[in-house]
């Protein structure tokens, strides 16, 4: 049975329709697109929960930092030279994003300038191995383990994806 759901008066949703049991409503709006239609790309919870960072605009490359009642994207964090296309969070609380095809970079929670920039052809998905402090990443060579200690690369698989997510068990 597709029962319609709700959808919220004061921040509707992009959604023309959702059924119940769910609801819409939008958390950040007025964000610009790409030049290709697309909209935010990557987002990261802060460890401390309170704020949420998202990444999208014109050139895919610009961070709006929002508190968890979210709202309309105002003054941008910053804007990078790099897209970004990935963003979170590791253990220790650095921010690392991928970049579509170009480096992993570790960001600045608080300001999102560009602290380091590692290897190439780093593509879309991440995902933290926190027990072992270290980043599953997409690339150009399938899924490679960047050991944050090191710094160093390691090949995993060489399929290539574009998401990577643990599972609750690790």
Do not use: C, H
């Amino acid at each position: 049975l597709r029962v319609p759901g709700l959808q919220s008066s004061i921040r509707p949703s992009a959604f023309a329709q959702v059924f119940e049991p769910f609801t819409a409503s939008a958390f950040a709006t007025a964000i610009p697109q790409s030049g290709a239609g697309i909209g935010p790309l990557g987002l990261a919870f802060t460890p401390d929960g309170l704020s949420v960072i998202v990444s999208g605009g014109t050139g895919r490359n610009t961070l709006w930092k929002f508190n968890l009642s979210g709202g309309a994207a105002a003054r941008p964090l910053i804007t990078l030279d790099v897209p970004i296309y990935d963003l979170a969070f590791d253990a220790n609380g650095l921010l690392w994003a991928t970049t579509g095809g170009g480096p992993l970079v570790q960001l600045d929670p608080e300001t999102g300038v560009i602290l380091q920039r590692y290897g190439t052809g780093v593509t879309l998905g991440m995902a933290v191995d926190a027990a072992r402090n270290r980043l599953f990443v997409a690339t150009r060579n399938g899924v490679e383990i960047f050991d944050i200690a090191s710094a160093a690369f390691t090949p995993f698989s060489p399929t290539r994806v574009d998401a990577l997510a643990f599972s609750p068990d690790g």
